[in-house]
Every structure is written in C-alpha cells, then in structure tokens.
C-alpha cells in the first residue's frame, strides 16, 4: 500500500520570468481534484496530520520551504522530505501521515479528491489500525 505513495514531478515551465507549473486533474496526478487547502504560518516545532482517510486521495506540495511527511500503512512505514515547489507526493488512502520539521515560512498545498468529510478521517491511530487488520 505504502508503494502507491510516490513522488510526482509536475510540468515546470521555465523563461527568464521564472518558473510555472500546473497540475491536472486526472492527468498528472491519479484523481480529480474536489477540493484545495493550505497550510501556512505553520510555527516552529509544530507537527500537522496525524490521521488518515479511508477513500480521500490526495497530492502533497511543499510550494515554498520544506518539510517532512512520514507515512504509515500499518505494516510498512517512510518518510519524504519535500522542498520543490514542482514535485507533490501523492498520498492514497489509508495511510497514516504526519507532517513536520517545516521550515521557517513554508507553505504547504494539498489537492483532494473530495470535499472536506469528518467521517472520512482516522483521527486515533488505534482505530485505523484496527481497520487496516480488518481489511486483510
Ligand atoms: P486537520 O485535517 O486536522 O488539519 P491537518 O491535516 O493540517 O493537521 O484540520 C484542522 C481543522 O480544519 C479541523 O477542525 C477540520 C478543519 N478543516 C476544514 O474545515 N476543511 C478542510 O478542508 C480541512 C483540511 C480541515
């Protein structure tokens, strides 16, 4: 499961002007993209995630800085470090992530595959454990 948790390189447009990248839905990642966020102002030492999704697909972009994402199936674990603003690591479902060591004045993208669902989330680790057994 944690295999299908890759490292995408997006399309970079370069010219004097600088860079520019794009992502499509369905084409340069796995899904269609429902929904966007981001997180920003992130303080020193903090640390998002810790959860995971039972369906929601998403991509992960370090868009400015960088920063650290450990992921977690149940049975195999790793960690990535991203700070390219043209490279996103995809996430499928059920996969544990936590997120941290951002660097200062990082920011942090996520394209979803679906609108924002309470009911979609692992909040305790145990819980999403017992799931992963209960699906082998
Ligand atoms: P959470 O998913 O715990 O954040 P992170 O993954 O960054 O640790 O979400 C924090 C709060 O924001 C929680 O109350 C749910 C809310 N939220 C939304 O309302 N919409 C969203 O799209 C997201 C991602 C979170």
């Keep these: 499961m944690i295999d299908k948790c890759k490292t995408i ?4 447009i370069n010219d004097v002007r600088g860079n520019l990248s794009f992502i499509e839905g369905g084409r340069h990642i796995p899904f269609e993209i429902r929904r966007m966020y981001y ?12 959860h995971a999704h039972k369906a929601l697909h998403q991509l ?10 450990h992921l977690d199936d149940g049975c195999s674990k790793k960690t990535i470090h991203l700070n390219r603003s043209h490279e ?3 996430v499928c ?11 200062s004045g990082s920011a942090c ?10 009911k979609d989330y692992y909040r305790g ?12």
Excluded: H, Q
Excluded at 39 to 50: C, H, N
Excluded at 60 to 69: E, K, L
Excluded at 109 to 118: K, M, Q, T, W
Excluded at 125 to 136: E, L, Q
């Design 9 to 12: 390189y997006l399309p970079r």
């Design 39 to 50: 997180l920003y102002d992130v303080p020193e030492g903090a640390e998002r995630g810790g």
């Design 60 to 69: 992960i972009i370090a868009i400015s800085g960088s920063f650290d994402i």
């Design 88 to 90: 996103g690591l995809y």
């Design 93 to 103: 479902p059920m996969i544990w992530r936590v997120i941290n060591n951002f660097s």
């Design 109 to 118: 993208i996520v394209l979803a595959s679906d609108y924002y669902d309470e």
């Design 125 to 136: 680790y145990d819980s999403f454990i017992n799931d992963v057994k209960n699906r082998k």
